[in-house]
């Protein structure tokens, strides 16, 4: 089936700096999803992205699509310690399907 | 408004007996997924609903395991003779039908089995 890669799968950042996540996968997908988990809880949605090249922002949050469609960003900017959590891309199986792909995560660590 | 619940939030078993999971969709969602996660990795899906019937049950680990939605809202994961494996959190989550990947989670539940 089709797999999502994302990297780094940790971040270790001091409060205030930039971060950047990415999310590959070898076959097309049609839509990227960026969803946060915070321990002990279900993940959340936090952006959607529909067309290849759309860049999409949600406050200190970017998120793009791969021109591609092969691979989608994520970006934070501004870090604060509530973005602390685990970060996941996803993507329908298929054009069409309700069956979401995820990627593995990539924890985000900040220090004060 | 009320979120997606699930219940128990926490469930520790003694391997080999069964156990159920419950999951209240958000009211008027009429797709219900399930996916598992293991601890520290991503989800792994289980099963989808659309309304009372299940389209894609391709992620159901083994033939112990098996849902079912009633109403087209509450929907129940059993889990038969449990094995240590078997540990893990399982999440519900629901959507409305036609929007795209937009599925809302709720919280999980912690299963360990000893």
């Known amino acids: 089936g089709q797999q999502l890669n994302q990297s780094p799968q940790s971040m270790f950042i001091q409060e205030g700096e930039d971060v950047s996540m990415n999310c590959t996968s070898s076959?097309?997908?049609?839509?990227w999803l960026w969803y946060k988990q915070d321990p002990g809880e279900g993940p959340v949605l936090l952006i959607a992205?529909?067309?290849?090249?759309e860049l999409t922002s949600n406050g200190r949050l970017t998120a793009q699509f791969g021109i591609t469609r092969k691979d989608s960003f994520l970006n934070i900017s501004a870090s604060i310690p509530s973005d602390v959590g685990i970060y996941f891309c996803?993507?329908?199986?298929?054009?069409?399907?309700?069956?979401?792909?995820f990627g593995q995560g990539t924890r985000l660590t900040i220090n004060p | 408004g009320a979120g997606v619940s699930q219940s128990p939030s926490n469930k520790v078993t003694e391997k080999g007996k069964d156990v159920e999971l419950r999951c209240d969709p958000i009211s008027g969602h009429t797709a219900l997924y399930w996916y598992r996660q293991s601890l520290g990795q991503g989800l792994e899906f289980l099963i989808y609903f659309q309304g009372n019937s299940a389209p894609d049950k391709s992620g159901l680990p083994s033939d112990r395991f098996s849902a079912e939605r009633t109403g087209g809202s509450v929907s129940t994961l059993t889990i038969q003779r449990t094995q240590q494996e078997d540990s893990a959190v399982y999440l519900c989550a629901s959507s409305l039908f036609y929007r795209r990947g937009t599925q809302y989670f709720g919280p999980g539940t912690r299963l360990l089995v000893l």
């Open positions: 996803a993507g329908p199986e298929f054009q069409g399907a309700q069956k979401l792909v």
């Open positions: 992205l529909y067309k290849a090249g």
């Open positions: 076959s097309i997908f049609n839509t």
